[in-house]
Every structure is written in C-alpha cells, then in structure tokens.
C-alpha cells in the first residue's frame, strides 16, 4: 500500500507545473516542493540515524524536519527523480512494514492536493489503514485532540473512540484528526466544534 501510494503521488507531481511546486501546502510553513522532500527525507536513515537528525534538531520535531527538508532542497525535477527511486520505502520509513510510510505518505499527498483544489478517491483500504494508525502515531499528536470524541467515517469500516460523535467521509476525517486546518467544516457531529476548537482557526 506505501509503494501504491507513493507511486499515485509520482504520477500526480508530474502533472505539476513549475508554479505548483512553489504553491503554499496544508503544512505551515511549507511549499509543495518542501512537502515533497519532507516524505523522501527520511528514506535513507536507519534508526541510528533518525537519532542523529534528532540530536541535530535538538528533538524538536520541527526543528529535526527542517533538517530533512534543507537537505533535500533541490529543484522539482530532482526531487520527483528521487521519489520514484524510492517508491518501495526502505531504511527508517519501512518500518512496521511500510506503516510509517503510507501513513506520511498518504497525509502529505492529500497535503499537496487539497492546497491545489485537485480532491481523488483516496484507494478505501489505504484510508482504513491511515485511519486506524493515525490515532497512535505519536508524530501526529492526534491523543489529546481527539480525546472525548467518537469518530465514525461513513464511507469505510472504521470507528473509534468515545464521547461526542464526529462523523464524515474518512478522508476528511484523517485530516482532522492529523491537525490540518480546513477540513472539520467537511464533518458534522456533537463533537464536530469541539475539534475544530482544538485543531485552531
């Protein structure tokens, strides 16, 4: 699933135009061509590694992906070039059998589509992966935003948590509970303006 995911995004970032590379993504602070270098940063370290960029980035999670990010500044041709040289991830991101790299790369391709208003069908057992990993990945934060509420996807089998119900397409649903703003509006639910609180304007 990370290698079909990734391989979706290579096809679609050829698509681009140089204009689109340097267009603002869903995550602050970041260019198109940033996310993209972001997904790929991680592929060559082994868990020694990851430690070592931590230790530069004096662990701060930011601070450690701008490292990434910085060293893999090169121009768009490049950087697609070496996303399709590591579509079957490896090194750190293969992981849990790929599960880090389909969860990163599945958010961050939708990071670079919704910013360009060009929405897909996110493949139903990608999402359902996505959606039941994301509540425990601890790079996402997603625990205390999501506490008291009960999530249901209404387009795949996936429910989870408990309180206030927040319902809607998983997709949308994914985004919110990885903090991307602009897409509670796109759930309803009891709890649905409670997370929109803690997600932030």
Not at 8 to 15: G, Q, V
Request: proline share 6%; hydrophobic share 40%; aromatic share 4%.
């Amino acid at each position: 699933m990370a290698t079909g995911e990734r391989t979706d995004l290579a096809e679609f970032l050829a698509t681009l135009s140089p204009a689109d590379w340097d267009a603002p993504s869903l995550c602050e602070g970041w260019r198109l061509r940033d996310v993209v270098a972001h997904v790929i940063s991680y592929e060559d370290l082994s868990a020694v590694g990851v430690l070592r960029r931590f230790a530069r980035g004096r662990f701060s999670p930011g601070a450690v992906n701008e490292i990434g990010v910085a060293e893999y500044a090169v121009e768009p041709d490049g950087l697609l070039a070496l996303l399709r040289q590591r579509l079957r991830p490896r090194g750190f991101t293969s992981l849990g059998g790929g599960r880090i790299a389909l969860l990163d790369g599945l958010i961050h391709h939708q990071d670079i589509r919704r910013a360009l208003g060009r929405p897909r069908e996110v493949p139903p057992d990608r999402l359902l992966e996505a959606l039941r990993m994301s509540l425990g990945a601890s790079p996402l934060r997603s625990k205390g935003r999501v506490r008291g509420l009960r999530l249901i996807a209404d387009d795949v089998d996936f429910t989870a948590g408990e309180g206030l119900e927040v319902r809607g397409p998983g997709e949308p649903l994914l985004m919110a509970v990885a903090g991307r703003r602009g897409v509670v509006d796109e759930l309803t639910g009891a709890g649905q303006p409670l997370l929109a609180r803690r997600i932030g304007p």
